[in-house]
């Protein structure tokens, strides 16, 4: 059977639909029984494919063929020892990554759209995939479409189906079934899932979802996904495999030096030039940081969780680099800045004035005063939303101006008695709302809207002593009290009605009387004073932008710590993009009564004078804004259009919860930089001591197994224990980092050096001074121990050191010190073990292990100096 063909009376019986929508059992059953509504990806992880991945690197080939080439002439040991290293690296190279990508999956399965339902006659927020066949889907502009529906009702509903179609211009709709045969761009009676509707609403019975939507079926034709990398994987890509080229022409270097040592003195064989080979392939290895992939992919997803633990959901992982150089956040107030929940705080009228306690969308609290109880069945008459609690939660459904009036009028303690007949709806032009139906058996219409709309037409005056005429002297009064609350930041309607006759059908709104003002606010965020210093302290500068009017905006402004001049919509409309760009440099943060279409153009001004700028947004004309500003924000209550243009979405809208990601993607960058720090400066002391010794013509001070070894036990548990290092006290204290910087700053840069230097040169004192530079025998093995253990020991201390040039406390991060005593612990198995004399080393006696600690801490006193001095 063709469901799409089928009229809504049909559908109605074929899914056993009651008229308020399926209940919450039924609906569960259905979700059983077809599935969740969501589209099959092939994104399984196939485990063995990423143990196979560890592999896939030109060094290991290199290192494979050279364990081939051992294996022919017969060094069994060496063959054995580098190919139990490799496994090793293998497998926690494995493990980090097969946790990585399951993070990042179970990441993306919380980052849900959301669709409005009708179920037991309440309109219900729920997950897209949730969606059942048969649900009565309710649409608007702005949101994405849950699943294939079959409209129902339609008002001036136009749905962008450019993702199906290839049509760029938005379909009109209706209900009205469409001809037979009509191709998916003329089914102007269905909507399709994931397209997005442009204007109006309407509501529609679900006829499928998931994988048999128009949609599934072309994915089901789609089922290969890739994703490319980063920006920031990208550089440390290209960073690794300059490094890379670099390193290898050194070993290439370190190899015919020994080659040409060795036929000068006359003594080349060809296990000598294995053995330069082994040499020279295992100083690539150690000295390209092979760790470094796995380091910024887990840095990164650990950062995702700590975001999402701060209520920000990271879209796209890029945007967690660019928020380290983020220097101007451009915030909505409303829901962002403020709390997003309207309270209503005073009613007026010429009964007096009424005081409400309570705040939220939670129906408690008291009012206190006189109202006439016409003006409170107009809070509930003339209003579309709904309230509802769930889960000891109250929530609300429509426009949150109405839940407020939805709030108070249970605050009073007033029922809706009111059975409605017709309405003429809000519109920006109108600027009001009215209804028309009957009170108790008395045909009334009510309306509502902005004080100067509906002041034009008042005639009357509701008082205590009944209808009189809105003379000037009540206009007078009714005006200084509207700017009154005004002037506090709270927004004000104005309430009438009008008496009709029974036959009256779609009355004018014309003679009403007046029956009073609604005065309510959406006070500020507690934390967001607090998070407005912290961005100040970070060098951040925060403008607000507004579609509310200036007084609202200043008096809001104000009172959470913003300064700075202010400038109108209308005046930005006026104004050259060179002549925003000046005004922007005198200190404008305020922007009122601005139009999505204007953010576009504050953050294009912005971006021309240089900064990184971060755009809130929630509406579908936000999304270009969004898209061009370095970093998009929604937020969580916004529209899907919203959602899908930005990089962050704040699940619950929070000013506080942007200056927090910010502070979280400067830690993260802080993190990877540390991780290449240690790979590298551990790295290159390993280069600089095998390439002088070989300049110079010394023994090695380390052989290829040892070089192996240090490369696994130093480099990748420490380097990802970095990952979730706490940040440094300092990090909101500092200038965002420069968009044009590097990797690593100079100042970091010049430490490297300065750590690689000052390690190679006390590892060969220490070689030179204990005789292992020309001597032989247990003489060069003892001199080679040592050095051996002290680049290890200078590698485990400069994980500490590394750190403190970033303020983190010297104990925090136990996964640190972990790290580093595995280091430890590992290294004394192998020395006083019997694996010591496979790895051609032996064990100290304690008078070694005392000049080893000796260098060690001469090693650590040098690096904290330098560090102290140079290095912050």
């Known amino acids: 059977m063709d469901l799409s063909r089928l009229d809504s009376d049909a559908l109605y019986r074929h899914f056993s639909i009651p008229r308020g929508g399926l209940g919450a059992t039924e609906a569960q059953q259905r979700l059983e029984q077809n599935g969740p ?54 497998i926690i190279g494995f493990v980090q990554e097969l946790g990585a990508q399951r993070s990042l999956e179970a990441l993306q399965r919380i980052s849900t759209q959301q669709a409005t339902v009708l179920r037991g006659g309440q309109k219900r927020r729920i997950a897209a995939s949730e969606v059942v066949p048969g649900d009565l889907l309710l649409i608007e502009a702005g949101e994405k479409v849950a699943a294939d529906a079959r409209l129902v009702s339609a008002v001036q509903l136009k749905v962008e189906e450019s993702l199906l179609t290839g049509e760029s211009l938005p379909v009109e709709k209706s209900t009205k079934l469409s001809p037979e045969g009509a191709p998916l761009g003329e089914q102007r009676h269905l909507v399709f899932s994931a397209t997005t509707v442009a204007t109006g609403n309407g509501t529609g019975i679900v006829i499928a979802t998931g994988m048999a939507t128009e949609l599934g079926k072309i994915a089901a034709l789609l089922r290969q996904t ?77 950062g995702v969780k700590r975001l999402l633990a701060k209520k920000a959901l990271v879209r796209n992982l890029a945007s967690v680099e660019t928020l380290g150089s983020c220097d101007v956040i451009c915030s909505d107030k409303t829901g962002t800045i403020t709390a997003g929940a309207m309270t209503v705080r005073h009613l007026w009228s010429a009964f007096g004035e009424t005081v409400f306690s309570g705040s939220g969308y939670t129906p408690q609290g008291e009012m206190q005063g006189e109202a ?24 609300i459904s429509g426009d949150p101006t109405e839940a407020a009036l939805l709030v108070a009028a249970a605050k009073a303690g007033v029922t809706d008695r009111f059975e409605r007949r017709f309405e003429r709806p809000f519109d920006s032009r109108r600027k009001r709302m009215s209804v028309a139906g009957t009170l108790d058996g008395e045909p009334l219409l009510f309306c ?219 830690g993260i960058y802080d993190n990877i930089q540390k991780s290449i720090m240690l790979l590298l400066s551990g790295n290159l002391g390993e280069v600089l001591i095998i390439f002088l010794a070989v300049l110079f013509g010394l023994n090695l001070p380390l052989t290829a197994i040892l070089l192996l070894w240090i490369n696994m036990v130093t480099d990748g548990a420490p380097a990802i224990a970095y990952s979730v290092d706490p940040y440094g006290h300092t990090i909101m204290r500092r200038l965002p980092k420069p968009r044009n910087e590097g990797i690593l700053p100079v100042v970091k840069l010049r430490l490297l050096l300065f750590l690689g230097i000052v390690g190679t040169a006390l590892a060969l004192l220490l ?106």
Request: a negative charge.
């Open 372 to 395: 006439p109880p016409y003006l409170l069945f107009c809070l509930l008459a003339c209003n579309n939303a709904s309230l509802y609690e769930e889960e000891g939660l109250w929530r």
């Open 37 to 90: 509504n969501l589209l099959e990806t092939a994104t399984t992880i196939h485990p063995w494919r990423i143990f196979i991945d560890q592999f896939k690197s030109f060094i290991i080939y290199i290192l494979l063929v050279a364990v081939v080439v051992s294996l022919l002439i017969g060094e069994y040991v060496d063959t054995l020892i580098i190919l139990v290293i490799l496994l090793g690296n293998a």
């Open 767 to 872: 070689f030179a001074a204990t005789g292992g530079a020309t001597g032989e025998g247990e003489a060069l093995l003892r001199a080679r121990t040592l050095v051996f253990n002290f680049v290890v020991l200078y590698e485990v201390v400069l994980i500490f050191v590394i750190r403190s040039g970033y303020g983190v406390p010297f104990l925090a991060n136990r996964w640190v010190w972990g790290a580093a005593l595995l280091s430890l612990l590992l290294q004394g198995l192998l020395m006083y073990t019997p694996l010591a004399p496979l790895f051609g080393i032996v064990s100290l006696p304690l008078g070694d292990l005392s000049l080893l600690a000796g260098a060690t801490l001469l090693f650590a006193a040098i690096a904290e100096l330098y560090q102290r001095l140079f290095g912050r």
């Open 448 to 666: 509502k809207g902005a004080p100067d709309q509906i002041f034009l037409r008042c005639s009357n005056i509701l008082t205590p002593q009944g209808e009189v005429p809105l003379d000037e002297r009540w206009r007078d009064a009714i005006t200084a009290q509207n700017s009154a609350y005004a002037a506090g930041a709270e927004r004000v309607l104005a309430l009438a009605l009008r008496r009709l006759t029974p036959e009256a059908s779609e009355p004018e709104e014309v003679g009403l009387t007046f029956l009073g003002l609604v005065a309510m606010s959406d006070p500020p965020r507690p934390e967001v004073a607090a998070a407005l210093r912290t961005a100040k302290e970070a060098g951040i500068q925060v403008l607000m932008i507004t579609g509310d009017y200036g007084a609202t905006a200043s008096a809001i402004a104000r009172e959470v710590g913003i300064e700075g001049e202010s400038l109108s919509g209308a005046e930005l409309e006026t104004m050259e993009s060179a002549d925003l760009r000046q005004r922007l440099l005198q200190g404008v943060t305020i922007f009122s009564r601005v139009a999505p279409e204007h953010k576009l153009r504050i953050v294009e001004a912005l971006q021309h004078l240089g900064h990184t700028v971060a755009m809130t947004g929630d509406g579908v004309n936000d999304a270009p804004a969004l898209k061009q500003a370095n970093i998009g924000v929604a937020v969580g209550s916004g529209t899907e259009v919203a959602k899908e243009a930005a990089d962050f979405v704040l699940l619950d809208d929070s000013f506080a919860h942007i200056v927090a990601a910010v502070e979280e993607g400067r």
């Open 226 to 302: 890739s994703s490319e990398p980063t920006p920031l994987q990208r550089r440390l890509d290209r960073f690794g495999r300059q490094l890379g080229v670099g390193i290898i022409a050194i070993c290439i270097i370190v190899f015919l030096l020994c080659f040409a040592r060795a036929y000068a003195a006359g003594d080349l064989s060809l296990e000598a030039v294995i053995a330069f080979a082994f040499v020279a392939i295992s100083l690539a290895v150690a000295a390209v940081p092979t760790a470094l992939p796995a380091v910024v992919t887990i840095a990164l997803s650990i």
